[in-house]
T-cell receptor
Framework: GQQLNQSPQSMFIQEGEDVSMNCTSS?????WLWYKQDPGEGPVLLIA?????ELTSNGRLTAQFGITRKDSFLNISASIPSDVGIYFC????????????FGQGTRLTINP | DGGITQSPKYLFRKEGQNVTLSCEQN?????MYWYRQDPGQGLRLIYY???????QKGDIAEGYSVSREKKESFPLTVTSAQKNPTAFYLC????????????FGDGTRLSIL
C-alpha cells in the first residue's frame, strides 16, 4: 500500500529557532494534510493543501505542496515552547477509498 | 476537536474481557474512523464507516468490532481476541467526500489490568 515517510523522526532545537520537516510519498497525492498532536490529546489539523505548488500559512506555520505531488514540507518560524509535540503528515490512500494514510510523525522538542 | 466526544478518557481491561469505547459527534458528518496509536508510532486504521449501517475493515481490524446504527455514534469494541490491546485509541470524523480532512477526538487510553 501507499506509504508516507516523514523526516526527521525527531528534532531537538532551541527556542526561537526555525524548524523544517518534510513528508514524501511513494505515489502521487492530490491532497496533503498536516496535523499536530500534543501529549495525551488527539491530532489537530494545522494546514490542508489541495494543489501542487500551493504554499499556505497558518500563523508561524507554512506548508507547501511539492511540485512533484509526491512530497510536502512544513516550516515553523521562531519556535516557542507550545510548538512541542508530534507533527503528522497525511494524505488520501487509494483513490476513491476516502481513507487517509499517515506518516510516522516528527517529534519536536524545544529547549528553553 | 470540538463536536467529537470520546469516552472514557482512561479505560482498564481485565484479561478475557470485552470493552467498548464510545465516540459521539454532533457535526453531522457522514464518515467516522477508529485508529490505534502505540507509543512513538503513527496512526493505524482499525475500522471506518462512511454511512449508517455500513462499515469497512481497516488495516488492523482483527480483535475489534464496530457498529454504526446512528449517524452520530460509532462505538468500538475491543474483544478478548485482541491480545495486545494496550494503546491510545482515536476516533475521527470527516464529511466523507474525497480528500476531506479528518478531525479527531481527544482519545481513550486503554490499559490491561
Amino acid at each position: 500500500g501507499q506509504q508516507l515517510n516523514q523526516s526527521p523522526q525527531s528534532m531537538f532545537i532551541q527556542e526561537g529557532e526555525d524548524v523544517s520537516m518534510n513528508c514524501t510519498s511513494s505515489s502521487i497525492f492530490n491532497t496533503w494534510l498536516w496535523y499536530k498532536q500534543d501529549p495525551g490529546e488527539g491530532p489537530v489539523l494545522l494546514i490542508a493543501l489541495y494543489k501542487a505548488g500551493e504554499l499556505t500559512s497558518n500563523g508561524r506555520l507554512t506548508a507547501q505542496f511539492g511540485i512533484t505531488r509526491k512530497d510536502s514540507f512544513l516550516n515553523i518560524s521562531a519556535s516557542i515552547p507550545s510548538d512541542v509535540g508530534i507533527y503528522f503528515c497525511a494524505g488520501p490512500g487509494v483513490q476513491g477509498a476516502q481513507k487517509l494514510v499517515f506518516g510516522q510523525g516528527t517529534r519536536l522538542t524545544i529547549n528553553p | 476537536d470540538g463536536g467529537i466526544t470520546q469516552s472514557p478518557k482512561y479505560l482498564f481491561r481485565k484479561e478475557g474481557q470485552n470493552v467498548t469505547l464510545s465516540c459521539e459527534q454532533n457535526l453531522n458528518h457522514d464518515a467516522m474512523y477508529w485508529y490505534r496509536q502505540d507509543p512513538g508510532q503513527g496512526l493505524r486504521l482499525i475500522y471506518y464507516s462512511h454511512i449508517v449501517n455500513d462499515f469497512q475493515k481497516g488495516d488492523i481490524a482483527e480483535g475489534y468490532s464496530v457498529s454504526r446504527e446512528k449517524k452520530e455514534s460509532f462505538p468500538l469494541t475491543v474483544t478478548s481476541a485482541q491480545k495486545n490491546p494496550t494503546a491510545f485509541y482515536l476516533c475521527a470524523v470527516s464529511r466523507g467526500r474525497l480528500n476531506q480532512p479528518q478531525h479527531f477526538g481527544d482519545g481513550t487510553r486503554l490499559s490491561i489490568l
